[in-house]
Structures are given as structure tokens and as C-alpha cells.
């Protein structure tokens, strides 16, 4: 497979696409891991999901 003159160019565009999915990637654990935790402190303290919340009619 001959790239031909544009090689460096293709595989530069590549590359960038690489780096920018796999950030994205991180960007969406780290957040997913950061939420989790004030989920999970908000808990603790005694405050709850509205659809956790109990009816009383």
C-alpha cells in the first residue's frame, strides 16, 4: 500500500484523531469517577435521588 506524497500527512491526521479519542476517553472516566464520588458523599449525608423518595399521600 503506497501512500504516496501525502503519507506524513495521513498518518499526522491519524495520529491527532488517536490522541484526541483517547482523551476524550479519560476526560469521560474522570468524570464518571468524579460524579460517582459526590454521588456517593451527597449519600452519605442523607440526601437521596428524587426518585428514591418515598410517596406519603
Known amino acids: 500500500m503506497s501512500l504516496g ?4 500527512f495521513i498518518a499526522a491526521s491519524y495520529l491527532v484523531v488517536l490522541v484526541v479519542v483517547m482523551l476524550l476517553i479519560a476526560w469521560i472516566v474522570i468524570d464518571y469517577r468524579t460524579q460517582k464520588r459526590r454521588l456517593t458523599e451527597l449519600e452519605s449525608k442523607g440526601i437521596t435521588r428524587r426518585s428514591q423518595r418515598r410517596t406519603t399521600d
Do not use: D, T
Open 5 to 8: 506524497p501525502y503519507a506524513s
